[in-house]
Each structure stands twice: as structure tokens, then as C-alpha cells.
């Protein structure tokens, strides 16, 4: 059996956060996809993203849900193909309105970057030698 990973994310506007995420290329599974959640295609069959609209994201805890503008829930790795993939996405997600989250680093064997998105979440992009 081949796992699959479903992150889920508190998001504030489901317009702006989808808007943010197809400009840096990714996919919505239609199927999956609402006023409330959106599925985002990190990778097809394994690997997506539930963006949650706040209120319906409470309703999976009984905890209060983090303001990722000001304290950190989760780091979300993602692999990429290059280390120019990683400085496109970056690039791109700064200009629908992300933030760098730290600087680029290159540590030989691997180069990464990040970006936080229009909720705060912080995303690592990152490349590794093979």
C-alpha cells in the first residue's frame, strides 16, 4: 500500500489562498473542493494539501487554532526537481504576495529557501544532490 499525506491548514479566504497557490503552479482536485476546503495537488496520489477555512478547521479540534502570523504550527518541507525550481517558486510566491521566510541557504548537497504564505505558514523548498 502506497501512503498518502493530506496536510491541513487553517486559511482565512479561500479566494486569495487558492489564487496565491495556482500562481505558483499547483492544482485543485475539484472533487474535494469547496466554500469551506480546498484539496491542493502537491503530487497526484500521494501528496496534497486540505486548505481549511478557520471556522471548519475548528471543528476537527477541540485545541485553539494557531495564528500562524505569530507563532509557528508547522514547517512544510517540499522537495524540488533544482535548485532553479526552488528560487522560481520563491520568487513567484513573492509576487502574489508571500514573504521570504529566510534566506536562501546552500550547503552544497543540498539548497533551500522558503517563502511563508498569505496565512503565515512557513513552506521549505528544498533541493538535494541525488
Not at 2 to 7: A, E, G, H, K
Request: hydrophobic content about 40%; glycine content about 6%; some cysteine.
Amino acid at each position: 500500500m502506497t501512503r498518502q499525506i493530506f496536510v491541513n491548514l487553517p486559511i482565512k479566504n479561500m479566494e486569495k489562498s487558492q489564487a496565491f497557490f495556482k500562481s505558483l503552479g499547483f492544482s485543485f482536485n475539484p472533487q474535494f473542493t469547496n466554500e469551506q476546503g480546498a484539496c491542493m495537488v502537491i503530487s497526484e496520489d500521494h501528496n496534497y494539501v486540505m486548505l481549511l477555512i478557520e471556522p471548519f478547521f475548528q471543528g476537527f479540534t477541540k485545541k485553539p487554532v494557531a495564528d500562524a502570523t505569530k507563532t509557528t504550527e508547522v514547517l512544510i518541507a517540499l522537495s524540488c526537481e533544482s535548485r532553479a525550481e526552488v528560487d522560481e517558486l520563491v520568487k513567484k510566491a513573492l509576487a502574489a504576495g508571500g514573504t521570504a521566510s529566510n534566506p536562501s541557504q546552500d550547503h552544497g548537497f543540498m539548497y533551500s529557501h522558503g517563502f511563508t504564505d498569505l496565512d503565515g505558514h512557513v513552506w521549505e523548498l528544498v533541493w538535494m544532490k541525488a
